[in-house]
């Protein structure tokens, strides 16, 4: 049963990326997309990729590119400009950007996301996405 499911899936995701082209080399969601049991907590498991990845100099770190993702701006950031949809979670920006829905894809020049945050950012929003 788990041959046919990872095949069927395998499938589905090949003729999604056929149909739909190419925004980026490699594209995230396929990639990194696993299932979170638990909950995500937006300071220990966010915040820290945010640090290591994104709120550095010229990116979007204070004085950046919107959202400002430092360690003490990041949550009022990403929830007053509007990055972060709770009633349809797939469709919040800043997910759309991590899968490479939405160009330019995030994290800029990296082929790959760090520590799976496509399935971690996507698990929080649609946990309601709290400042936990």
């Known amino acids: ?36 049991s638990g909950t ?24 950046g590119h919107k959202p400002d ?12 400009g509007k990055f972060v949809d709770t009633t349809t979670a797939a469709s919040s920006i800043i997910y759309e950007r991590l899968t490479g829905k939405l160009s330019p894809a995030m994290p800029m020049g990296k082929a790959t996301n760090p520590s799976n945050i496509n399935s971690l950012i996507l698990a929080w929003i649609k946990q309601g996405a709290k400042n936990n």
Request: glycine share 6%; net charge positive; aromatic share 6%.
């Open 1 to 36: 049963m788990k041959k046919i499911a990872i095949t069927t899936l395998a499938l589905g995701v090949l003729s999604v990326a056929l149909i739909t082209g190419c925004q980026k080399d490699t594209t995230l969601y396929i990639r990194n997309e696993v299932a979170v």
């Open 40 to 63: 995500v907590s937006f300071k220990k498991d966010l915040v820290p990729i945010f640090t290591a990845n994104c709120a550095l100099s010229g990116c979007h770190a204070s004085g």
């Open 69 to 80: 993702l430092s360690s003490d701006k990041a949550y009022n950031s990403l929830k007053s």
